[in-house]
């Protein structure tokens, strides 16, 4: 059958390529091959046949002149005067990703990346469209597929439309995209000339273009896979489809919007996602451009996906994409799958696997445990690119800004190990404000990553002088009963007080102490030293109008700071004998900082319990 199919085709081809050399008699020697034909109705779907394809090369040349239009056209309006640009299209305009390293990790890149997406990709989608230029290489990449299918034919009424029609021409995009698509639904190959059609359109008119094909064919099918994949083969014209369908990523479940023909039909998120995983193989210099947003627009696919149910019309949608693709049964694992072939593009493979070791990828699918693997995922991509974490951080932070509360736990999660790689002089209000927002959340988790984010940007001396603001929301934090967020409350007043210049205010120094003085006794040993080291420091910085309120509080501490004195732990006890020295010293009790001196800590119980009820020394007491 293959074989007939094959021998009528060359007769097409044979009337096409007629020349002194080909003899029509030649034909009729192979009757066998016709024997299936022989009927009337056959013979008219030849002539069908032989008349489509002079309509096909019509349209095409169509096409070809139709940037000399829009230019004329364009020049003509000119002339007239600005046109209003339509604001449902100018806002699809996107800014890339630039970061210092993008050129250099683009020109680093190879094609290690590309197994991971052909072994996630199913038959239907991996099956590349034959582009060809000539009728030798159309025939021979029709022989290996082991079926001929009819040449591509355009219908004769949409060739009448385009040349006849009073519609401007940008209106005219859409319906062009519709016919070519319509065109491809029953063949498999794509010839240079529509491809490069494809290509101009979408470079002209990529909104247009990008929100037409996900209307018409949202499961992306194979004609739009094509079509897609024709695209993807240019890159300017990605780059600015790319841009789009990231705007439709990041409206979620719906992206509501309206073609230059009037079409308002809302387009799923999931369905820019869908096209993302099939064209990122073929394009993975766009994929640079937008890395790090294509990167945050994944996880939050996976996350959202996760901690809501989706609404029906969307879990209808992604059961014909399952079917069309033969894709997980969650969008969530579909997202997570494209979010590791898209780091495995980054030459993040080492990263990927890491994840894999640890169970990361498994824990990004659980709603309760996600933000964990957030985390160490981020910690495992900061050792491979700085440049794409600062990219994420940033776009993170825009993010974190709305207060989407299904969305700023793992957001937060990721931003707290990344913060090293940020500018903080051009970001450092919007991140304390995050910071501070959540650190008084009533989740637990949401006061941890803020107190972690937090010690670390106070290490900076240009953030710290910065925090002071967040002073009562973390001496609240200091009467909590979990260990882990006390000891990095401790953390981030101690770094405070290591930068040049800080002092610690009036107000300030008598409540600290108060609150330090009760953690002396604290069963875990580790906040025990960061608060005797900090009760130190507050002594030693605290503002001269504030040391007439702080010494009450340090004459309660004595007793406290003798029998920690004794302490098993010797680090414990040696923090403990420096803080009583310095107390005594700030209360001015020589003849206490005389016995802790010489170490004569039997006779200091003897002065403390005789001047228990007198801070101040009696004239001849003392040395």
Known sequence: MAGTFLSLFKVFRGKKNKGPGAAPEKRLEEPKHFQPLQDDAAMERTQEQQSSRGRFHRTAQMFRKFPRICRRETNTTAAEG?????????????????????????QDLDTSGTEMWTQDLPTSVTEDAVITNTDNEEIEALKNTGA??????????????????????QQQVPAMVKNIHQSLMSHVTVDARLQSDIVRLAEEHPADMALTLLHCAPTCDRAAATMWRAIGSSRPAMEKVLATLLFVMEDWPVHSTCTSDGDNKDVFALAATLVIWVIVPQCHEAMILYSSRLFVALLFHVVITMQQMPPEEVENFWRACQEEHRLPSKPSRFAGQAMKALLCRLQCD???????????????????TQHYAVGLLAREMRRASLSLCSG?????????????????????????????CLDLRECADSILQIM??????????????????????????????????????????????????????LSVFTNLLK??????????????????????????????????????KVMDLVVEE????????????????????????????????????????????????????????????KVLVRTAWNPQPQPGEGP
């Open 499 to 536: 930068s040049k210049d800080m002092l610690v205010s009036s107000t300030t120094a008598p409540k600290l102490a108060e609150a330090l003085l009760l953690l002396f006794d604290h069963d875990n040993s580790h906040v025990q030293l960061l608060s005797l080291d900090l009760f130190f």
């Open 436 to 489: 501070s927002r959540h650190l008084r959340n009533e989740c637990r988790e949401r006061r941890r990553l803020a107190l972690r984010g937090l010690v670390v940007l106070s290490k900076d001396p240009s953030m710290a002088r910065r925090m002071g603001t967040l002073s009562p929301s973390l001496l609240e934090l200091l009467g909590d009963a979990d260990g882990e967020l006390v000891g990095m409350t």
């Open 546 to 605: 504030g040391k007439k309120p702080l010494k009450l509080v340090v004459c309660q501490s004595l007793p406290a700071l003798f029998f920690h004195c004794h302490e098993k732990n010797q680090r414990v006890a040696e923090a403990s004998r420096e803080t009583l020295h310095c107390a005594a010293g700030f209360l001015q009790r020589r003849d206490l900082k005389e016995v802790v001196e010489t170490e004569k800590l039997w006779a200091f119980a």
């Open 148 to 169: 001929m299918p009819t040449p591509l034919v355009v219908c004769a009424s949409t060739v009448d439309f385009f040349l006849e029609s009073t519609v401007p021409y």
């Open 350 to 368: 080492q990263e990927v696997m890491a994840m894999e070791r640890k169970c990361g990828w498994d824990t990004l699918l659980c709603a309760h």
């Open 82 to 106: 600005p046109a209003e640009p339509d604001s449902r299209l100018t806002q699809l305009q996107a800014e890339p990703d630039v970061s210092p390293d993008s050129a250099g990790l683009s």
């Open 392 to 420: 994420i951080a940033l776009r993170l932070l825009g993010l974190l800004s709305r207060e989407e509360p299904h969305w700023d736990l793992p957001g937060l999660a990721f931003l707290v190990e990344v913060l090293e």
